[in-house]
């Protein structure tokens, strides 16, 4: 008397199991619409959490039983993640994840490729990966690819707000790694702004490039009085984006807020006479590409 048998022991534990399981039961069978292939596998799951719910004996935990729902959990999982239902091998038996996506192999070589129009979606990964790169490695170099028509598309329509622009250029002299820019295809605008906040010396853009400056673009609408305190804010926008092209060429401020009036058209050898970059990357200067340091980590 006064001591507990593990009989005992296993009925209150199967008592709690049973709770526990009754919820996740539940929540299974919420979720059963879907992948034809997953319900079935889900539906399995409920049917197996159905019968520890009603059984009183171990015999619902039984190691065959056990092995597979666990089996159909994992292909659950995989399928779930775009491996698909079928695992692939290596010749050691070992299981193979996904190759990683094109943008994590550049950013695992320190990478960084700006190739559309300034959004926030575009701000907020770029941003993250400048920040993750920072933290990575201080003093290996980080090369930033820039092919953006800026906060507007490639018909001049406004899509984005110059605060995106300033967002990165502030990161970009935030973080310790210096970092290098190059334009290819087109940078134009707030793009261009970007362009020139690379590192002195580091600035540069393939001979087809073509660079723009020019001013940002208003989407105020509503009432007089809201367009005028929008006016004002583009206004200031434009001069900061002007003091910052100023700062990275060394040239006056009253000449870039001149030139930057109307479009101002710049190819890659007027952009380097300008002073928004250092050269002009030539085929001949290009060095023997190497292989990617990710490649023998794969």
Known sequence: EGVVSMSDVWNYELKRLRHHLSLTRSLVTTFLAGNTKTTMKLSAVAAFIGTLCANQNAEAFSPATRSRVLNDLKEMRMTAGGAGATPTYDDRGSPMSPPPDLPSL????????????????????????????NYEDQTSPVTMYINSSGTTTATGQSVGFETEAFAIADVMKYIRPPVRTVAIGQAFGAAAMILSQ????????????????????SQARGQASDIAIRAREVAHNRRTTCELIAQATGKPLSVVM?????????????AVEYGLIDRVIRKEEISPLMKPSFITQL
């Open 106 to 133: 550049l950013l695992h070589n320190r990478i960084v490729y700006i190739g559309m129009p300034l959004v926030p979606a575009v701000t907020e990964l770029v941003i993250a990966e400048l920040l993750y790169l």
């Open 198 to 217: 690379g590192d002195k010396g580091q600035r540069a853009a393939l001979p087809n490039a073509t660079i723009l400056l020019n001013q940002p673009r």
């Open 258 to 270: 001149n030139d930057c009036q109307r479009v101002k058209y710049l190819q890659p050898d007027e």
